[in-house]
């Protein structure tokens, strides 16, 4: 398949590295380029004495160089990845070296062990007493950190929201502490969003009741959470912060849906010290959609790549939820091809994303963000804040400030367009679009 | 009530706080209102909290988009030029966006050549440096393609790549824009710029009105005669000698003939036959030259000082239109430097010539006068054409003029051709070995030798390859050019058409 710059820079662990990574997009600085089925490789010459030896399987796409870099992949996976989008006729077909099957093997076997340990703690957590106790314990510090936010929350009512501004940063973070000292990080989250929300602009009382009434809908939820359906209750216990770790997940999915996966883009965000993948996939045959939700520290890298504009066969388990969007990947094809304009449907109309997104709310009244694929809009602007517009002038704000605005308006030329983007209730981000039959990584 | 209303009420009691006043009834006939009259009675900050949490998810979950009356803007017409093809993708962007800043005039020429346009994705950063580096904008336009175009319309501060005028600029805009509006009109229409700007410039300020004239330099003609010489009267001495600078290049203009006839009545015309030129400047020469006491004629150096006399002399020569001399007076430039060798008023003569060459842009005369007169390489060698500046620059070295050489090698900034840029490497080979000026060796290898040296000979590249330093830094800084060269030579070929 063709892969483009855009696309596989979107693997890049920093700006730098795609910075480097295009320095080395340049035929001249490899040598011995070849290739074999899904594997390429190449031998770059760098400060050092011997060339760096960099490979990429392609199906992943998983990258390895023996550069000492710690950045993942590193600038040399990036440039050979680019050389081969770029100018593919430098790469030989024939048998891989042995520093390149060497790695393949050793891959496969890696693959195999973490099966088996991942098999072995799923059975570790089945134990279901253990279990029971572990959240009983749980569940006791929870109720009262509800019952002291319940409190705190009619006391604010009491002396009304026209008090928020005399709060400071820190009495917000003290709650927000209290919650995380009683296992409730979710309720923590939310209360460190709101302390900006007083000093936000003009209609900020709107805003805070808003997030008011959702705090307030989650604990009267989880004050009622045995009345509620199962799937409902694991949504309320992941608001609260009471996630499922893998294993869980893979031990008792919400569901497992095997299909081919179109990988319809990914947003990064920075959570200091945390990064924050969101990779967002649909089904070919079942149309669902799915998140793929990930976490690095610092520099370290991603652990699953899923790379935007190609299709991979795969079987997603779901975490359980009203409206199930996150999953993990529990087994996945070595096989990726890319993707076509009509292999998914879109929305016609920018109304329908908004039915589906009330539908969305119904099932899950907490749904941070949709993604949504749109046809045939056109992007304009106005004083630099972009905005979509459908056939019927129906119009979809984007994101203020939305870094690639003037790329995609370049992209578009005013016609048409299909977008994938996230909406959040509030504001559009595109992830990708299709552009006279092309893929492209926003 | 509508949801609105009922949410407006509710956000009024949530600000002044229950202790003040209690939450007021919801309920009406609406979906939501018998919702909320359903909802069990419990405390007022509770009431409240519930009624929040309904109406905020009923509002969230019931938006509609809006809806735009006006027309959408008009999109793209079709491109005809092709795109870049993959492989150059990679020197786009390091010249574009990337830290080779320096290739990226030769990179847009190369790509104008090929002709193809850019990549729609390196518009808006393409259209960002040419909107703060002006000096790109000539070779960012022929790439810009339709959708270049297109999308320059949508910000004001690509305006400049938009062929369409927008004379309402002219009245209303900023000094720059006005500055480059009137210069895009003088291109399509040059009546109607002068026009324009002999409608205004009574009210401009002095430093505007002198940047304004220099405008009028495009496509200058006789049709700007009138208008010139009445700016000769300017309060402000710069207006004037713009002005007059633009008259000279026109023989049609009082000034030029004028000073034909001076110069006529000046020298006799026996004086170039017998090998002796004896120069009589007329009386009343200092009332003839008053409608132009703006101009002002400096010395070459500062051993070519002239006394009042001669600087009139000079003054006079400068203007006499070049082709006069052969016309007119019926002798060349060469034999009339050749002549007046050792005429008392052989440094006039050469001054003024040197100032008529400059202004008049005239790069013929300029390179003979260069050939004898090394006074003035800096006003006169940046008219050279790249021909004529390798040329010279090895009559330089053939004739052992090892100093001006270094100082003109450096001044340059056309492309060297395979002799000058074995000059150049030569020299730096020099300095390295004499552990000299190292600065120096420093900027002329980044700012000169990676853009300008000649790439097509590959024994050029070994010779540079073969620069080496005992000194770590010195080294490391070779090694950096050296990859810089070679990056400029993986971009040439990868513009190149046939590889696309």
Redesign the interface.
């Known amino acids: 398949m063709n892969w483009t710059s855009e696309q596989i820079l979107a693997l890049a662990p920093d700006a730098a590295s795609a910075k480097n990574g295009q320095g080395l997009a340049i035929g001249r600085k490899w040598q011995n380029c070849g290739r074999s089925q899904s594997v390429v490789w190449g031998e770059c010459q760098g400060s050092g004495s011997k060339p760096y030896r960099t490979q990429i399987d392609l199906t992943e796409p998983a990258f390895r160089c023996s550069c000492p870099s710690r950045k993942f992949p590193c600038k040399h996976g990036l440039g050979l990845f680019l050389l081969l989008a770029q100018s593919d006729a430098l790469f030989t077909d024939t048998s891989p070296p042995d520093w390149v099957s060497e790695w393949l093997d050793s891959r496969q076997q890696r693959q195999v062990k973490q099966q088996e340990k991942a098999a072995e703690k799923a059975a570790a957590i089945a134990d279901p007493q253990a279990q029971a106790k572990r959240q009983e314990k749980r569940a006791k510090k929870v109720d009262a950190g509800v019952a002291e936010l319940q409190q705190w929350l009619t006391d604010f009512l009491r002396r009304g929201l026209a008090t928020a501004p005399e709060l400071s940063y820190q009495q917000w973070d003290q709650v927000a502490a209290r919650m995380v000292d009683a296992q409730a990080p979710g309720l923590a989250r939310r209360l460190q969003a709101m302390a900006g929300t007083a000093h936000s602009g003009s209609g900020w009382p709107e805003r805070l009741l808003s997030q008011l009434g959702e705090l307030h809908l989650l604990l009267e939820s989880y004050q009622r959470l045995e009345s509620l359906p199962p799937a409902l209750q694991a949504d309320v216990r992941s608001q609260m912060g009471w996630t499922m770790s893998q294993e869980e997940v893979l031990a008792k999915p919400g569901q497992v849906v095997t299909d081919r996966w179109a990988v319809l883009g990914q947003r990064d965000e920075v959570e200091d010290p945390l990064r924050i993948r969101r990779i967002w996939l649909q089904g070919v045959s079942s149309h669902t959609l799915a998140l793929i939700l990930l976490f690095a520290h610092g520099k370290q890298s991603f652990e699953v790549s899923f790379l935007p504009g190609t299709v991979v066969a795969a079987e997603l388990a779901f975490f359980p939820s009203a409206y199930p969007q996150r999953a993990i990947v529990q087994s996945r094809s070595d096989h990726a091809e890319a993707i076509t304009p009509t292999i998914v449907p879109g929305i016609p109309q920018i109304a329908d994303l908004f039915t589906q997104y009330s539908h969305a709310l119904s099932h899950q009244p907490w749904l941070e963000r949709l993604v949504v694929s749109l046809q045939g809009v056109t992007v304009g602007q106005e004083s630099a804040q972009g905005y979509l517009r459908d056939r019927n002038n129906a119009v979809l704000p984007l994101v203020a400030n939305y870094p690639a605005l003037w790329e995609l308006i370049a992209l578009g030329g005013g016609h048409a367009i299909d977008l994938t983007g996230e909406w959040n209730g509030r504001e559009f981000y595109p992830l990708s679009a299709w552009v006279q039959g092309e893929f492209v990584v926003l | 009530m509508a949801d609105g209303n009922l949410?407006q009420t509710?956000?009024a009691t949530?600000?002044?706080?229950?202790?003040?006043q209690a939450p007021s009834e919801m309920g009406d006939a609406s979906p939501i209102g018998q919702f909320l009259a359903q909802l069990p009675p419990t405390?007022q900050?509770?009431t409240?909290?519930?009624q929040?949490?309904?109406?905020?998810?009923y509002?969230?979950?019931?938006?509609?988009?809006?809806?735009?009356?006006a027309t959408?803007?008009?999109?793209?017409a079709f491109d005809e030029l092709p795109i870049c093809p993959?492989?150059t993708?990679?020197y786009l962007?390091?010249t574009i966006q990337?830290?080779r800043a320096a290739f990226l005039p030769e990179c847009l020429a190369l790509v104008t050549q090929a002709g193809w346009r850019v990549p729609?994705?390196f518009?808006?950063a393409l259209l960002d440096r040419g909107a703060k580096q002006t000096e790109l904008r000539s070779a960012i336009l022929p790439v810009l393609g339709e959708?270049?175009r297109?999308?320059a319309q949508?910000r004001d501060d690509w305006n400049y790549a938009i062929a369409q005028l927008d004379t309402t600029v002219w009245e209303t805009g900023s000094r720059s824009q006005r500055l480059q509006v009137l210069e895009q009109i003088r291109q399509q229409d040059p009546d109607l710029a002068r026009t324009q700007l002999a409608a205004t410039i009574a009210q401009e300020a002095a430093k505007d009105r002198a940047a304004f004239l220099k405008i009028l330099q495009i496509h200058l003609s006789d049709a700007d005669l009138p208008f010139l010489e009445q700016c000769l009267s300017d309060r402000s001495q710069e207006v004037q000698q713009v002005a007059i600078g633009l008259l000279t290049q026109l023989p049609n203009s009082t000034l030029c003939q004028l000073a034909i006839s001076v110069m006529q009545e000046a020298i006799e015309p026996t004086g170039f036959t017998t090998g002796q030129v004896e120069v009589n400047l007329p009386k009343n020469l200092e009332a003839t030259l008053k409608p132009f006491k703006g101009a002002k004629i400096s010395p070459l150096s500062s051993d070519r000082k002239l006394g009042k006399t001669a600087t009139d002399l000079a003054q006079i020569i400068s203007w006499v239109p070049l082709a006069s001399w052969p016309q007119q007076f019926k002798i060349t430039i060469p034999d009339l430097l050749e002549q007046t060798t050792h005429s008392s008023w052989r440094n006039a003569i050469v001054t003024g010539l040197v100032h008529a060459a400059l202004h008049q842009r005239n790069a013929i005369v300029a390179t003979e006068l260069l050939y004898q007169i090394p006074e003035a390489d800096s006003l006169l060698f940046p008219l050279l054409s790249p021909d004529q500046a390798n040329q010279l620059l090895k009559q330089c070295n053939a004739q052992g003029e090892q100093e001006r050489l270094g100082r003109l090698i450096q001044e340059s900034t056309h492309p060297w051709d395979t002799a000058v840029t074995e000059l150049a490497i030569t020299l730096i080979a020099e300095k390295l070995r004499s552990q000299s000026q190292l600065w120096t060796i420093f900027y002329w290898l980044n700012e000169k030798l990676v853009t300008q040296m000649d790439l097509t000979q590959k024994t050029l590249i070994e010779s540079l390859q073969a620069l080496r330093s005992e000194d770590h830094y010195t080294q490391q800084q070779l090694e950096k050019i050296y990859e810089l060269v070679?990056?400029r030579q993986?971009m040439v070929q990868a513009l190149q058409p046939e590889s696309g």
């Open positions: 949410w509710l956000v949530a600000l002044i706080g229950t202790d003040r405390s900050e509770t409240l909290l519930n929040a949490a309904a109406l905020a998810l509002r969230k979950a019931g938006q509609k988009p809006t809806v735009l009356t959408a803007s008009s999109a793209c993959p492989p993708l990679a962007h390091q990337g830290d729609e994705r518009l808006p959708r270049g297109w999308l949508q070679r990056f993986d």
